[in-house]
């Protein structure tokens, strides 16, 4: 009896930790990607009277990556259950840090920005790792998965592939025999990269929305005649 009853204990326990993570996990985001907000608007507000033309593509890519980075939390922490870990600590704090280093480095030379934004998706990648492997283990996410397809995974591929990518860039920006033409090609394709990934996230929350209305079975009343 005592066994029966502690395992009872036991459940509602992890029961309560997977409810009251998503709240606590998504306020733990919102309080980081605050700050980093925060500090964004702070440099702007600093640095108005020197931007120039082409400031302004990595300023805005650089804004999508924070509005991103809020989004993809809040669309994970709510709709998948895990039980979190101590890397569920790390991340979200050291996501912040590298964004951080993004945001300092738009004003600075042009592959900082770039190798900024390689630690970045880095980062991205582990977070989306830690995530999808950490909810895989719980049978109530099963469904969640099946509606999502193959989006996890593209996320993963997306976020190691453009850390690839960036790095990539940042070593020839930082060559002299780099010109103007590369600069401006590369910042479009850093802003094409995650504004593709925030259309991504729009992809990803449509298909979770949806999911009740084709996966719920209506009761039947009682009441209702039969034919």
């Given at each position: 009896?005592?066994?029966?009853?502690?395992?009872?204990?036991?459940?509602a326990t992890i029961e309560r930790i997977k409810t009251s993570f998503s709240s606590v996990y998504l306020t733990l985001i919102s309080v980081i990607q605050a700050g980093v907000l925060g500090y964004f608007i702070f440099l702007l507000d600093k640095q108005i009277?020197?931007?120039?033309?082409?400031d302004i593509i990595p300023?805005?890519?650089t804004f999508i990556m924070i509005v991103t980075t809020w989004n993809e939390y809040m669309m994970g922490s709510t709709v998948l259950r895990w039980i979190p870990s101590l890397k569920d600590s790390f991340i979200p704090?050291?996501?912040?840090?590298?964004?951080?280093?993004?945001?300092?480095?738009?004003?600075?030379?042009?592959f900082f920005w770039f190798y900024s934004l390689g630690v970045f998706c880095l980062f991205g990648y582990i977070a989306f790792l830690n995530m999808f492997y950490s909810a895989r283990k719980h049978p109530e996410n099963v469904d969640v998965f099946a509606v999502l397809g193959c989006l996890p995974l593209l996320a993963e591929a997306w976020t190691?592939?453009?850390?690839?990518?960036f790095f990539c860039l940042g070593f020839l920006l930082g060559q002299r025999s780099s010109c103007i033409i590369s600069y401006y090609m590369s910042v479009l394709g850093?802003?094409?990269?995650?504004?593709g990934f925030l259309i991504r996230g729009v992809v990803y929350w449509k298909r979770i929305t949806l999911m009740p209305a084709d996966n719920t079975v209506l009761p039947v009343d009682p009441a209702t005649p039969g034919d």
């Open positions: 009896m005592n066994t029966i009853q502690q395992r009872k204990n036991t459940e009277g020197n931007i120039v033309f082409k300023l805005i890519t704090f050291l996501l912040g840090i590298s964004e951080l280093f993004v945001i300092r480095s738009v004003f600075s030379p042009a190691l592939g453009g850390a690839a990518i850093a802003f094409l990269f995650f504004s």
